[in-house]
């Protein structure tokens, strides 16, 4: 079953984009790898039998942060090529056809803020 999966990683420069590359292509079962997205900030795998999960958490190691958007089934149609392409609806990218994430690899992304104090007036005590 081949299976398109999207994975959104935070890219800085094309170093960035290049590592995702290297990395999502050293997967098994890959078969192609792309970048998509306005600020090419997407990867596009598609493969025989990849897991998305385990991908993400590679990308998520090597980038710094990756979330996994979308996988989906792709259909191919070898035979039908005489079909009108019209007949089919078409499909949204908004709603994947098989949602594949867990709350477990769902980062949130709350920010927790320290506030530091500085005591102007150390005591005797130093060590601390």
Do not use: F, W
């Not at 385990?54 to 090597?62: A, E, G, H, R």
């Not at 392409?85 to 769902?106: A, G, I, K, R």
Request: hydrophobic fraction near 30%.
């Amino acid at each position: 079953m081949k299976q398109k999966i999207i994975i959104k990683v935070q890219v800085r420069c094309d170093k960035c984009r290049s590592k995702a590359m290297e990395t999502a292509a050293a997967a098994d079962g890959v078969i192609s790898v792309a970048l998509d997205g306005e600020y090419k900030d997407k990867v596009v795998v598609i493969g025989d039998g990849v897991d998305a999960a385990d991908l993400t958490i590679q990308l998520n190691k090597k980038l710094g942060h990756a979330s996994l958007e979308m996988v989906e089934e792709v259909q191919e149609n070898a035979g039908n090529e005489n079909e009108d392409e019209d007949t089919q609806p078409p499909s949204s990218p908004s709603s994947p056809t098989t949602p594949y994430l867990s709350s477990y690899y769902q980062t949130s992304n709350e920010y927790v803020l320290y506030r530091v104090v500085h005591d102007p007036q150390p005591g005797p005590c130093t060590i601390m």
